[in-house]
């Protein structure tokens, strides 16, 4: 009798163990790992502005907020603007941070917004150009509106998208745009940040249409708060995961 009852608590631990597993493999990722990954630490700073870090490399992606939104960041030894709506490009914020010596890359309609003061070396990268920053290699990908409706917000050709190559690992930026052809035919992609606020960008039913189309390791809703509020990214994550389980989402902490 005590041999069977051994045996049954062996048996219950090994199905808990079991289901365990399982579930770990198509829930989220925590923030705690993500933000730990040597390799790419996020660091989510607010909406459209976060910072990823590595060994080698602090890179602000569209800073605004002034010098108070980065207390406590290590400074930038790269920049990068997607457009130049107010969430995205900050004159008064760029000049706060003294750039002087980071590099700082944005698309034209950008860069002639920005002073030459600013910072000694400002590289202008347009629509499927690329450029290499040290080790990184950034490419700058399409983003703009599909909706009739919309096309007044972000026209094609104007801002950019980024897919950063970093330490082997491919990071999609989406900058402000729907689920255009250019995102849903990315290849080899290992974290992505996706937009999803109306009127401005997609719904989230679009973003995750394209997400299950382009199939990143990790993705990241970001910039979701509209002109109605914020955007339900847990009917986001449902959507994704019931779509393809394997497909880590990630809320992290914009707002």
């Not at 189309?213 to 993705?219: A, G, I, R, T, Y």
């Amino acid at each position: 009798m005590k041999l069977s009852k051994t045996l049954l608590l062996l048996i219950i631990s090994i199905v808990f163990a079991c289901k365990n597993e399982k579930a770990d493999e198509s829930a989220s990722v925590s923030k705690e790992e993500v933000v730990s990954d040597p390799s790419a630490k996020i660091i989510p700073i607010t909406h459209g502005t976060l910072v990823i870090e590595n060994e080698d490399e602090i890179i602000y992606i569209d800073p605004v907020g002034g010098l108070e939104a980065f207390k406590g960041q290590k400074p930038p030894t790269l920049v990068l603007i997607t457009d130049i709506h107010g969430d995205h490009l900050s004159n008064s914020t760029l000049e706060a941070l003294n750039l002087s010596d980071v590099t700082i890359i944005a698309p034209k309609a950008v860069t002639d917004k920005i002073s030459s003061t600013t910072s000694k070396t400002i590289v202008t990268l347009n629509n499927n150009d690329s450029y290499k920053h040290n080790t990184i290699n950034i490419e700058a990908i399409p983003m703009y509106n599909l909706r009739k409706e919309a096309l007044k917000y972000h026209t094609k050709g104007r801002g950019n998208g980024y897919v950063l190559t970093i330490n082997d690992q491919r990071i999609y930026i989406s900058g402000d745009t729907e689920d255009i052809p250019e995102m849903r035919s990315l290849k080899n992609i290992d974290k992505a940040f996706v937009c999803m606020n109306l009127p401005y960008t997609m719904t989230v039913d679009s973003a995750a249409s394209a997400v299950l189309d382009f199939k990143p390791q990790h993705v990241y809703p970001y910039h979701y708060r509209g002109t109605e509020g914020l955007s339900d990214i847990e009917r986001f994550k449902k959507l994704v995961n019931d779509g393809d389980s394997s497909i880590k989402v990630v809320l992290l902490d914009w707002y």
